[in-house]
């Protein structure tokens, strides 16, 4: 096991040290910050202050080398927007993330094994096809539009839940996780049944069943069990991806997460909160990544002998 | 029998439920974490419960700093809420009225006298003297703070700022400024202890509120000033949220989360809950006359007779909009009664066009026509229609959709170099209701936001600068005029007007300056037994 958790984090650290430096560089293609900060009659003199007090006069190389150095020592830099440190505002916005795309993994994991199962229990029945056709659906709809409509529907319409915010009751969380959810559970129900399907054709099923064993224990003891590994694995992905895509309900239910702070830091090429986000979401998807590799090989040794080296 | 049934060995069973047993636990962890963290029921904005004035805005300010507050999302907040001017202009009629100066006058040709008005003290418990007002002003102007009320307002100017007795203050320019008064009622007075090496992250100032919290992302919550001078406002506290979507603003309206919603979508808002109004923005079509085919002026003339302007209000702005033919809308100084909006004439734009392509200007030549998203509703439909326009009268036009940042390159000096012809799609607000502010910035030939001029045209602008009054009025209106005849930087698309979400249970009226100070104070609720 140990072994096998080396060869991990070696193999997922190569991304991360990629998309940390290209976020660095393409961020500094975009343009220097001087006008978005600076007056209109700023002096030139005034704008070569700016740049050398935020050392965007240096060179690339020279700027990444310094942001290493700090970043090395847990100095994430100062937010040109608001003065504080990029490192405690990026902190304070990842928790809220982590508890929206934590709830919204559970119930869409939870909700997909049991229709996926239950669509995989009977296929081409009504159930079956009732799930394919929402799954489907879910899956598609694009994350804004559901929002939105939740709001006028929800909210103004029949005014049973909050329209956004963060603070309030349980009511708060139901529209921006609902709109999350919508598309992991999609993908989630059909990686459910496509996997059930087949566990529950598998031989050893099928010798239980003849064995007269109990239908729940066979799928969800058995199958389910056997079926497990390909459902974490796609979760595991779309947490990642939920963690990055936050950014539109965060955007619209005015949540104040790591995808909003990512987007108002590139908007206003805030480039060491930008940074420093980029840089704790990829060591939190990094750590992600481990562990969901370390669940899939407690579940099934198969993983653990087939990392290559 | 069962047992002997060959599914995966006892241990592996056993991870697998340990793997969802972590998980679920690190989920219900996560769980009662929110739920103690959200245990408030007010929601956001407050509760409704009469006493609290609930604003959502367009976005959380950058900074509460007072001498950022020409920034619009600063000022909105800061300005007359929390700090104060010594004068401000009534937007309405155009005039200045006394605030933190009962009085002012021009003592000497360059120098103005200033009445400090007695008995304000600071939110902190401070008297408020002239000495305060000449540390702001100088604080302002003439520090390295580099602040935008610096550049937009005051340009390159110094100022020589003496407090002359606790009561007086006198403002001395290099060059004669009839309007310094109007340019001052942009300095937002702070007391002496003010940090002068640093923009400060929560201000103090004489108004009627004072900041009680920043939660940053969150909201901005303010307290009615107890030792305000004037009148006490109406509600007790005001608290600021922010959604970026008009279309939630618009429901929290709707649903009575909120009292005041800004910048609302023609689209999306009830009819019954919003007040238009205009907003002294206007939108236009800067065209780089440097570059071929701009840089022909039947071109430039020719785009301004393609626009089908009473066609995009009607169809692409609801309406909320009214034609423009210069850059500054009724009511600011300077304003020209006699200009009237390019008609739609597209045969005629398209002969314009035929003559200077016969004449060897490059007409087919792409231009770039450069837009910012959220500069207001439908702006990506509306750009659509500017391209096909100019098409339509044989140009050859590109768009690129930009954001702020990007936006402001193409913006400012220096404009950026080798991106061919440009016809940048930009929003003015005359806030300080002058032309000098417009002709400055944006006509002048060296002017920050302008791409070219004439040495004729700076000179009428310089000349009418130096004028007050009447004359002041008739120059400008002249210099607006000859823009048009003769340089045609400018293909005007409208005086735009805002929307403001308004709950039944306020009562406000928004004039042209709402946009950029929304005066808490103004607010009352409509029925006087709610508080």
Redesign the interface.
Known sequence: MTSFLRKRIVSSAIPLVFVVLGVFCLARL??S?V????????TAQ?RAE?SAAHGFDDSIPVQLWDYLAHAAQLDFGTSL????SAGS?VL??F?VT??LA??T??LA?LGALLVGSLAAYRPNSLIDRIAGLLSMTAASIPDFWFA?MG??VF??GL?WL?????????E??VLPIATLLIRPFGVLVQVVRGSMVGALSAP?VK??RS???DPKRVVF??AL??S?TPV?TVAGDLTVGLVNGAVIVE????W?GIG??MI?S????DFAVLQAAVLITAVTIFALNIVIDV?HA????RVRQAVPA | ??S?????PRP??G??H??LAL??T??ML??S???VA?S??????GSADGRTLRVVLTQ?P??LEPCESSLTATGVVVRSNITEPLVERDPTSGKLEPLLATGWRQTKPTTWTFDIRPGVTFQNGRPFTAKDAAFSIDRAVNS?L???????V???AKLDVRAVSPTRLTVTTEKTDPILPLRLSFVEIVPRTTDTK??V?IPIGTGPYAVTSWQ???SISLARNADYWGKAPAYPRARY?????A??RA??I??G?ADIATALDHTSADKGNTVAYPNNETTALRLDGREAPLNDIRVRKAIGLAVDRKGIIGALLGGLAKPAAQLVPPGVVGHNDDLAPAPYQEAAARALVKQAAADGVPVHRRITLVARNGMFAGIAEVTEALQYEMARVGLNVRIRMA????H??YQ?RPLPRGVGPVALLIMHGNQAGDAAFTTS?YLQSDG??STFGTKDLDRRIAAADALSGKARQKAFADVLAYQNTSIAQYAYLAHMRGLLGLSPSVRYRPDSATGDEMRLSEVTPATAGRR
């Open positions: 975009t343009g910050p006008d978005l900060y600076l007056p209109l009659s700023a005034q700016f927007r608001t003065g504080e505002m304070k916005a928790p982590l508890q934590g709830m993994m559970l994991i939105i709001v006028l909210g103004v005014g909050p329209t956004s915010g963060t603070l309030g009751g349980p708060i969380w050893y010798v239980a064995k007269g064993a003891g058995h069990r056997n497990i974490l955007t619209i239910f005015g104040p909003k702070l108002d590139i908007l206003q090429r669940c407690l579940i099934d040794p | 029998m069962k002997s049934v060959p599914s995966s592996e069973r991870r697998a340990t793997v998980l679920a690190s989920t996560l769980t974490a929110c739920a959200n408030d029921t007010a929601g956001d904005a959380e950058p900074t390295d580099a602040c935008n009320v610096d550049g937009y005051f340009g390159d640093a923009k992250r940053t992302g969150v949220v922010w959604r970026s979507d279309s939630v429901a929290m709707d649903k989360e954001d702020t940042a990007t402001l390159q400012l910035q920050p936001q």
